[in-house]
């Protein structure tokens, strides 16, 4: 899983996880993980996700991070946006557009002053990228960028493991509170039958797939 894996299926389109549509996830449970706020949101391993529209034209200012160049001149040419780039060193560049900022660079080299203040987290497709023995570095990443603890909506898959090697990877819930509990406190807000939907996994061989959504909140704020 190192970074050629994501350069090479983005050169490729092999972008199966890429959603053409917003989450209904996203859609139905971000207004009570967040409220009437409208806090600032980092969407790591944000690929060209519409979710990052949705939550911009609901007054947020989004912040994500890709590690594919493609990725990113691709969201911003399909959503009709003009970005200006800017090179910030450490193998960063910033592409923004109005209320929309994508860090272009690897996820673990992201620094706190790179990322700034933020108010809430979104996770759809940054967990899940993960194989199981980076799951924990990746969790140790936010709380070093954030440790503030930032309210977290996120979304995880749940399958055998013996029947398919992801990506996507498997993040059972005794992980989420394993990698999140010392820090947060968490919700399940949904728990859905997501194989009918993903027909691409379904033919890799799995038998069942559950997609499931949890609120995080910072311990001290429960």
């Known amino acids: 899983m190192d970074p050629d894996f994501w350069h090479e299926r983005w050169r490729q389109k092999q ?3 890429h959603q053409t549509q917003v989450n209904p996830l996203l859609e139905t449970f971000w207004p009570r993980c967040v409220g009437p706020a409208r806090p600032r949101v980092f969407v790591p391993l944000c690929g060209k996700s519409l979710d990052m529209v949705w939550l911009r034209n609901r007054g947020h200012s989004v912040l994500g991070n890709e590690l594919s160049p493609i990725a990113v001149d691709e969201f911003f040419r399909e959503n009709g946006l ?3 780039t800017t090179p910030l060193g450490n193998g960063f560049v910033r592409a923004e557009s109005g209320d929309i900022s994508l860090l272009c660079g690897n996820y673990f080299d992201l620094t706190p002053d790179l ?7 979104y996770d759809r ?3 899940v990228a993960m194989p199981p023995e980076m799951q924990g570095r990746y969790a140790e990443q936010i709380f070093r960028l954030l440790p503030e603890t930032p309210p977290m909506l996120l979304i995880t898959l749940e399958y055998d ?3 398919m090697s992801g990506p996507p990877f498997p993040v059972p819930e005794e992980a989420v509170v394993r990698l999140f509990g010392p820090a947060y406190r968490i919700e399940l807000l949904s728990a859905r039958d ?3 939907g993903n027909p691409q996994l379904r033919a890799k061989g799995l038998s069942r797939l559950t ?4 609120w995080l909140r910072a311990q001290a704020s429960a």
């Open 15 to 17: 972008t199966g996880f």
């Open 82 to 84: 003009s970005a200006v």
């Open 115 to 121: 990322i700034g203040k933020v108010g809430a987290i």
């Open 125 to 127: 497709a940054a967990l």
């Open 161 to 163: 493991a013996e029947e």
């Open 194 to 196: 997501a194989l009918e």
């Open 211 to 214: 997609e499931k959504a949890y």
